[in-house]
């Protein structure tokens, strides 16, 4: 909660100040300086105006960006949605049906993985139950990984 307050007093701070470091822009979307710059480099977000001596600086506005993107990857989306979803989030005209497309899809993928990781628990649960635990060397589980 105290990490929260602090981002509070940094967005609140925003409105008085006319642009953040990367330190502060980092702080305030929730992020790593070097994930900011990684987003930049691969063109998922627009790289910051520059000061005469070519330090990045970030305005409310690109930070807000910058925790649209940090929500997105909390959630799980690829960075090809998150391109997308950033695209139609800035397009004030956008039908909401698309991103409920890319929503979605995204629901199934993480369904689809939490089936596989229920099968992988539920194979391992059976191998563990079968294998005595004991001083003998036969174990089920390095059998079956040795298949």
Known sequence: MVGRCKVDLI???????????????????????????????IGLVRAPRRTASNYRTYSASEVHVLRFVKR?????????????????????????????????RHIAELKRKIAETESLVAALEHLTRHCRGDERPECPILDDLAR
């Open 72 to 104: 997105a990857r909390t959630l799980g989306f690829s960075m090809a949605d998150i391109k997308d979803l950033l695209a139609l989030w800035q397009n004030k005209g956008r039908p909401s049906a698309s991103v409920k497309k890319i929503a979605g």
């Open 11 to 41: 967005l609140a701070n925003e409105v008085s100040m006319e642009s953040m470091n990367i330190g502060q822009a980092a702080t305030a979307s929730g992020m790593s300086a070097k994930m900011i710059r990684h987003y930049e480099e």
